[in-house]
Nanobody, 122 residues
Framework: EVQLVESGGGSVQAGGSLRLSCIAS????????MSWVRQAPGKGLEWVST???????LYANSVKGRFTISRDNTKSTLYLQMNSLKPADTAKYLC????????????????WGQGTQVDVTS
C-alpha cells in the first residue's frame, strides 16, 4: 500500500519558519520525482516545488528564494524548509510523487498524501 504521510505543519507568525516532512512507503521512492503542492482555503491546488530523483530542484516563483526542497533517500523522506513565511503561504501542504515530473503539467502526480496545515498570521 502506497502511503505519503506529511507532518510539521502548524501556526507561525509572518517572517517565521517551518520544516515540513513527508515519509513515503509502498513504492520505489528513490526512483520518483517528489513534489510539494498546496491548497489555500477556497482555492485550487498550486504547485510549490519538485525535486527530481536525480536531485534537480524546481520552485514556483512565489516561493523561490524562501523555500528549500530536499530528500533523504535512505529514509524515504521528503522535506520542505520554509523561511520568511507570509500570510499568503497559508494552505494545506500536500506531498506528491510522480514517475517523471512535467514542467507543463505540474499537478499531474501518481500518489498523494493527505496534507499538513500551515497557518501564517500577520
Amino acid at each position: 500500500e502506497v502511503q505519503l504521510v506529511e507532518s510539521g505543519g502548524g501556526s507561525v507568525q509572518a517572517g517565521g519558519s517551518l520544516r515540513l516532512s513527508c515519509i513515503a512507503s509502498g513504492f520505489g521512492f528513490i526512483h520518483y520525482d517528489m513534489s510539494w503542492v498546496r491548497q489555500a482555503p477556497g482555492k485550487g491546488l498550486e504547485w510549490v516545488s519538485t525535486i527530481r530523483s536525480g536531485g534537480d530542484t524546481l520552485y514556483a516563483n512565489s516561493v523561490k528564494g524562501r523555500f528549500t526542497i530536499s530528500r533523504d533517500n535512505t529514509k524515504s523522506t521528503l522535506y520542505l524548509q520554509m523561511n520568511s513565511l507570509k500570510p499568503a503561504d497559508t494552505a494545506k501542504y500536500l506531498c506528491a510523487a510522480v514517475w517523471s515530473f512535467g514542467v507543463h503539467d505540474t499537478l499531474r502526480h501518481d500518489y498523494w498524501g493527505q496534507g499538513t496545515q500551515v497557518d501564517v498570521t500577520s
